[in-house]
């Protein structure tokens, strides 16, 4: 039997699903995505260094920070520029407030009505209003961070190459601080919330990748680790890993070691879940103890205990935080190459640039997180249709979007 | 006995884009709510999934530029169905930042980003009003929530609503934030590159609080002196190579050549 089910919703941008099942189990599947192209990589070719990060965070509207963070980050490595101690906890404050606002989002608003075989999100917020107001305000409040530090939410202004050219003011720390208790109490309720749900059965192995960091559960910088714990430096592997295009597609899929692999909250807990915060340590234990996780399904129970993770450690940050002015850091434009990954709420993003001495761009190279699950993704819809067989056409439909958006994908993204 | 007038029917759709001005609206949270309790919301495919039939509707806002055929197809249908339409955000606007590749020649761009290009979709990008009649425009990269929610409730109440044409300038000064025209920064002496004086005011100058100069994501405002600005960036020593860079970026390059050229 054919299934066709198309313009996926609940997602961020557009895809439909086109997957066979036949006699003996076997089974085809495949994302189609249907966004548009845009050509950012082109597009930057002749923008000034400086544009880079104001142009690719508008590739996509649900993870601005972290292209933003990235490109940064890159041309600071061509230019070899050491940012300070202070700017470096501003952006991950950036990031965590991100993340939080990321999930939370994606939890609630694109993933909860999968578990009642339910289409609108709507009637799960009438269904569900305490859990509704505990996304919202974590949103919320993952707003406030980045509205506080980086000046905007969606595509914020303050963070630019070499520093922030405005940080924020003492008092806005305080307001943040004030709002850490509920944002922890909150948490916690949404992934206990989440842990009682029911979620289908379904294992596969899987290779996981993921940043790593001695210091801490790396999100912002560190190098990045396969599931049998080798690591690579981000320059090692953008060289190893392979976009591939398929004709007429406009997302590519991402290879490493031709074979596909998962990046996401589920990848970062089974890779280093040992290095969560306290709360969120628990509650992973408390479900999974030491084991790593193969249910593509878990990657939302990931997510939610992410979620407690991030408030924990912006709680740390804020505490310590006392801000002082700093001038500038002074450097020279020079022709070069720059690189940079950082760990985005779907998993990790690549920015490479080319440059010359005019400080103008002459190529750029940004692979998304979604360009690398995709396969994997696809590789599981395969595996998982035989045991929709018993299912009623409307519950198989459901269950196939129900993995689909596990993932969280995010197609702008993945096609930029 | 007053009889109760039924709810207006609002649509938000994608085409092409980030898809931030519709998680802008999202942002809103409670005030969100709110709203879609005063209004039935027949179309929002980031909170339900009818079967994709574009409905009749009172209003529907529309985000991003049309780059694929089925954008194509959709924006027409939605003309069709809607009694007014609103073009939501830079791409819907003016074209977005991937409108940069209309000056770069696009058939040669998308040989550098795909191997394939020639059988992707990759058109001239327009903006929506020059493909269909648009009734209203929040402009911005992203929207500032503020106006959304001004014009959906003028809209709503059958009030016209109109953004007065002004520079950033004005909320600039009200604001008393620096003026970057004037200030040496230490990578450049010349001062900042800022539109803000004919760009269409309205964002607070969010921009300049973060010390960032305008580079005009709202578009110009009509009656700006585009010329008179222009050729004080290029005294200031701007070349016109690095003004159209920055031009491009939210898709003003091309509605400025047409103000020039309508003058000489």
Known sequence: MKIIINHLAKMEGHASFIGALEEGNIARAKIITEEGVRLVEGCLKGKSIFDAHVITMRICGICPIVHNLTAIKAMENALNIKVSAQTTALRKLMELGQLVHSHAMHLFFLSLPDFFNNNDTRLLIKKYPKEAQIAIRLREFGNAINEAVGGRAIHPLNNWIGGFKVIPSQKSIEELRSKIKTALDDAIMLAKFFAKLKYPKFERQTEYLSLSNEE?????????????????????????????????????????????????????????????????????????????????????????????????????????????????????????????????????????????????????????????????????????????????????????KALIRAYDPCISCATH | MLKKLPKKKIGIVGLTSCEGCQFSILDLGNKFLELIKDVELVQFRLLEEKVFVTPKMDICFVEGSVVTKYNEKIIKEIRQQTKILVALGNCASLGGIHRIKNYHQPQEMIKEVYVNGDKLDNPEILDLKDIIQVDYAIPGCPINKAEFLKLIYSLLKGIDFRIPPRPICEECQIKGYTCVLMKESPMDSRGEMCFGPIIQGGCDAICLKSEMPCQGCRGIYKGAQVENHLRHLENMGYTKEEINHQLEIYGLRDDVEKILNYKH
């Not at chain 1, 190098?223 to 997302?251: C, D, H, W």
């Not at chain 1, 500038?328 to 020079?334: H, V, W």
């Not at chain 1, 779907?346 to 360009?371: A, C, D, F, K, M």
Request: charged content about 25%; proline content about 3%; glycine content about 6%.
């Open chain 1, 216 to 400: 801490e559960y790396a999100i912002y910088d560190g190098k990045i680790m396969t599931s049998n714990g080798f690591e690579y430096s981000p320059l090692k592997f953008y060289q190893k890993v392979r976009e591939v295009e398929e004709e007429g597609v406009a997302a590519k899929r991402a290879l490493w070691f031709d074979a596909h692999f998962m990046v996401g909250s589920l990848a970062r807990v089974n890779n280093h879940g040992n290095q969560l915060n306290l709360e969120a340590k628990k509650i992973w234990q408390k479900i999974h103890g030491q084991k790593k996780v193969y249910n593509p399904f878990y990657n939302i129970l990931a997510q939610t205990v992410e979620v407690v993770h991030c408030v924990e450690e912006i709680g740390k940050k804020i505490e310590d935080l006392k801000l002082k002015d700093e001038n500038q850091k002074e450097y020279k434009i020079l022709a070069g190459q720059g690189i940079a990954a950082t760990e985005a709420p779907r998993g990790i993003l690549i920015h490479y640039y080319e440059i010359n001495q005019n400080g103008r761009i002459e190529r750029t190279n940004i692979i998304t997180p979604t360009v690398m699950f995709l396969g994997n993704l696809e590789d599981d819809l395969t595996a998982y249709l035989p045991a929709t067989k018993p299912m009623s056409d409307d519950v198989r439909r459901q269950k196939i």
